[in-house]
């Protein structure tokens, strides 16, 4: 049996290949097998940094953007190292500890793997 993943954008279950594509039969959408590839076992939640690349607990990235702490006058300024992250659930998807200011929760869209 196949095991190609059904398309993205209308779930059809009909994808075929095309070289290194994907092609939805059913909306004509088509997309990248080599990033499917990737994808973990069903399940996993995949998290990745602002450019793509895909975060794994105990990774080290840098911030992007400068990033004000909730409930504090903090700021985590753009290019700071986070190391050790650890992925979670939610809305802010890395827990990470960050010298200087301590325990805080970033969102992967304001990181990029180091
Ligand atoms: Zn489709």
Known sequence: MSTLPPCPKCGSE???EDGPSLICPECAHEWSALASAETPAEGDKVIR???GNVLQDGDTVSVI???KVKGSSLVVK???KVKGIRLC?????IDCKID???AMKLKSEFVKKV
């Open 78 to 80: 753009v290019g700071t």
């Open 14 to 16: 009909y994808t075929y």
């Open 89 to 93: 659930d939610g809305d802010h998807d």
């Open 100 to 102: 200087g200011i301590g």
């Open 49 to 51: 940094d602002s450019v």
């Open 65 to 67: 953007k400068d990033l």
